[in-house]
């Protein structure tokens, strides 16, 4: 991976194979039970006995995802939970060890994340030939690929981070920006794009040449969902083409602390404006807008870093409290593991993390998970939530907003009596 500035808007089969599975499982199993949710954690279940090996066997199916929190309707009256979402464009493990880092922050302080794979990352470079990015020369990419060892280290971390209940989703493939980059592509063009970052993890072992290597306990065209485009550009006509792909939502867009709704039939859960403390004026919750904002580059002044550092963790402090004690919207947080600025950044995202998820009423989830919330949902409950703006709390209290919204389904039943979460 690159430390460079990125543009954006306002980055063994068989019984080796199950025994592999199994103790990764059993050694991340303590991280998906919130604090303060009604909503229960499916129990753990075992991989199959006889794990289904797909295509090449880079990937397979070994039974449902440990560690999934079931949704339920939100009961009349009954105050949503506080969804906050931990996300981190082009995922993938290098030097720096990063991805490995918030997996184990991810563990300590109960929060699944979502983790936007960059399809190149498992690709070797002498592979490179076999990305036909739309508009450029074959193997062309404004990411570099990583060496063999980056690869291996990067399956890694994707195969623990799913047993440990995250979700993979895609920051597609060769990250172009600019005129002639995704916001020049067509709905063929991100078709191909998706295509391409779906092959690339479903047959790493056909390009790395590790066959006995354990297969990722994942079918990727069931796992992902949804994405997040390269410097938040492509969005329009990405939308129609990920919606044909089978996703469910994108968070590629530049929004506020309000209730999602859905454009092309997809969830859009954008990255939100959160305050600049000290500045009048807010930003996106990224990394990449703070320092943007403070030393426009990524090697900026030893002796403001820590200043930086305080500035960003505050800022989302201040976002997340917005939504905690106001509308209580889904707050939505977008990083990149990058070392930027003595990587002051990172420690900043994990101080958040650390201080939110451990609150009463606080769901710290994937976008996936926010989204099977969300379709549990009545539609009239969605609508008035989504009434309420930035930082509103319901004048006369969230008894009497939320009381009667929900729906009885004729011959059924009232479900919104249940717990939800």
Known sequence: MQARLRRHAGRTTGTAALAAATALTVLLSGCADQKGTEDKVAPKEKPNQRPQLLGDGSTA???????????RKLAPGKKPP????FS???????????????????KKYGASQTFFLSGLYVLP??????????????????????????????????NKAWLAGNEIGTHFNGHFCGPTGVDSWSVDDW????????????????????????????????????????????QKNLLPAAKQMGFRYD?????????????????????????????????????????????????????????????????????????????????????????????????????????VCTKQEVRCVSFRQLADWLDAQDKSVLKKLRSLKVGEKPADGW???????????????????QAAG
């Open 88 to 106: 981190w464009d082009g995922a993938g493990e290098d030097g720096k060890k990063l991805f490995s880092r918030f997996l184990r922050a991810g």
């Open 61 to 71: 199916r070994m039974g449902a995802q440990p560690l999934q929190p079931t949704p």
């Open 125 to 158: 470079e002498k592979k490179s030939k076999r990305y036909s990015p739309p508009g450029h020369a074959q193997g062309a990419s404004d990411i570099g690929y990583l060496g063999n060892d980056h690869v291996r280290s990067t399956l890694q971390q994707v």
């Open 191 to 234: 078709k191909s794009e998706i295509r391409q970052a779906k092959w690339f993890v479903k047959n790493w072992k056909t390009t790395t040449g590790w066959k006995r290597a354990a297969p990722l306990p994942f079918d990727y065209d069931r796992e992902l969902v949804g994405g997040r485009t390269p410097c938040l550009e492509g």
């Open 251 to 355: 968070s590629s867009g530049n929004g506020t602390q309000v209730w999602p709704g859905k454009k092309h039939g997809l969830w859009d859960m954008p990255l939100q404006q959160v305050p600049v403390p000290g500045r009048q004026f807010e930003t996106l919750s990224m990394d990449y807008n703070f320092l943007a904002n403070q030393s426009g580059t990524v090697d900026g002044p030893v002796e403001k870093r820590q200043e930086y550092g305080r500035q960003m963790r505050d800022g989302l402090l201040k976002g997340f409290e917005r939504a905690y004690t106001g509308n209580r919207a889904p707050f939505v947080v977008g990083n990149h593991f990058e070392d930027w600025n003595g990587g002051v950044y990172m420690d900043a995202v994990e101080d958040v993390m650390r201080r």
């Open 82 to 85: 506080q969804f906050v979402v």
């Open 399 to 417: 008894s009497s907003f939320l009381e009667g919204e929900t729906q009885r389904e004729p011959g059924k039943r009232r479900q919104g009596q």
